[in-house]
């Protein structure tokens, strides 16, 4: 047996007269030739400056100096030393107008408080962290069952979604949660798979409204991923001028004289044909291609709204009617984008109807007041598209300058059957008249729908009935097909005397 040397450590922190010090104990031993070892001293050194460093590198490495909380890095090592257990991912919900409204001082505060919130619904054992701007993570220290986990979501929900005094003024946000979890018996191959799909969760969340929670499942995860193959192929459809207008007739109720069209996207996809717009309008709105594709929708149907309009008499205009999405107008000069359009094809303002949602108008984030505006003063008409489908608040309606409801077409379907559903459709049309707006009937399929809506009162209509969507040149042939004296079928010979 070899003689030798060993040591022993420990370190301990203690509470003495300086103040918390950490300390290191070494116990030292002597192994002898017999194997046997001989404790030989004990030795302490203070070690608080190295623990202090230690700990600021740590600290520098894995955690955020805003909250305190840990950081991303910080919750992913956690994550792997600590796989089975669930994952929230928190999100505040408009965060970002905080910071821009009242600036980062306040939105620093903010998040300080709302970290401080989350801390209170959890238990000193669970990790949370801060994972950057406005996002969170909590990691529950074991893996807890769906109510449990509910129950904790709605506490936060809760929570966060009071409102925050701060500096003498009170500030709303909401916050919104998804959640992943291990099934039991279940091993993760890769923690930070949780984390993706607790994202993936909080995204579904989002969409579906605001401050609520959301549960991670396989068809979740299919669904994102469609959602992410079908942003990229929008990105590549711009650039390959994958899109197309078809243009609606709108007619006059009385007599179904042509008085304009709407303008309705198209997305000839090379491997998945037609996509439908509320299929990919929706994403394109999320990832914010909307713009562009707003924009290139503009240049086309103004060109030919004018191309259109140059070849009919004065005093009989066709109006052409753009879809714009609430989107493009955030961030973005829609005014300078509408009197570009108008300018390149010499198109006049009031060969133009611009029609917007409802969710536009009680959205008070995209100051669309000024836009609207703005708009009008160019000399185009404004539309409230799928009118009685939204919130009800009629308050905007004197408030903004709009020229035209559009009744939607869900309303249609049922008109001549349902009573209820006919009295919403007579009221919106007496509203309308009252308040002098111009009134679209939409979706209108059948003649009974028509008489019922010329009965009301009610003065244009669109809709299968009148002429589906169609390309352009088919709709300019259409136009001029019916401006050529028609001669009625009964009157064509049927057979040569
Ligand atoms: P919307 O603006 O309410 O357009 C009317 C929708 O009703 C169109 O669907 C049209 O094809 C459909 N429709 C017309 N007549 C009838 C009918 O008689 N019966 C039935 N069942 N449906 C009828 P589409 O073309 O699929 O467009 C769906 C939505 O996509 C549009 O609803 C609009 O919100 C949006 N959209 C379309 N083009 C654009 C665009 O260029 N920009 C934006 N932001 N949104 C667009
Ligand atoms: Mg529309
Ligand atoms: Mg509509």
Known sequence: MQRGEAELHFDTRIDGPDGLRDLRVVHRFEYGADGRARFTMTTTQDITELKTTQRDLHDLAFRDTLTGLINRA??????????????????????????????????????????????????????????????????????????????????????????????????????????????????????????????????????????????????????????????????????????????????GLDDAHIVGAEALLRWKHPERGMVPPDRFIPVAEDCGLIVPIGTWVLQQACAAAAAWNRERPPGEPLRIAINLSPRQFMNHDLVQTVRDALDASACRPEWIELEITERLLLDERNQAEDILNGLRALGLTLAIDDFGTGYSALGYLTRYPIGTLKIDKSFMRDITTRPDRAGIVRAIILMGHSLKLGLVAEGVETEEQAAFLREQGCELAQGWLYGRPMPPQAFGEHVAAQREPVVPLSAAPLQAA
């Not at 605001?210 to 499942?217: G, K, T, V």
């Open 74 to 251: 910080g919750f992913q090592a956690r994550l792997r030393e600590q796989p089975v257990s669930s994952v929230l991912m928190l999100d505040l919900d408009h965060f970002k107008n905080v910071n821009d409204t009242l600036g980062h001082a306040t939105g620093d505060r903010l998040l300080v408080a709302a970290a401080q919130r989350l801390l209170r619904c959890l238990r000193e054992r669970d990790t949370v962290a801060r994972l950057g701007g406005d996002e969170f993570a909590v990691l529950t220290h074991n893996a807890l069952e769906r109510e449990t986990l509910e129950r904790i979501a709605r506490r936060i929900v809760e929570a966060l979604s009071q409102p925050y005094e701060i500096d003498g003024q009170q500030v709303f946000v909401s916050a919104s949660i998804g959640i992943a979890t291990v099934g039991e018996g279940q091993t993760l191959s890769e923690p930070e798979l949780l984390m993706r799909q607790a994202d993936t969760a909080l995204f579904e969340a989002k969409a579906r409204g605001l401050a609520r929670h959301e549960f991670h499942s396989e068809s979740l995860s299919e669904r994102a991923r469609e959602r992410l193959a079908l942003e990229a192929d929008l990105r590549r459809a711009i650039a390959e001028g994958q899109f197309e207008i078809h243009y609606q007739p709108k007619v």
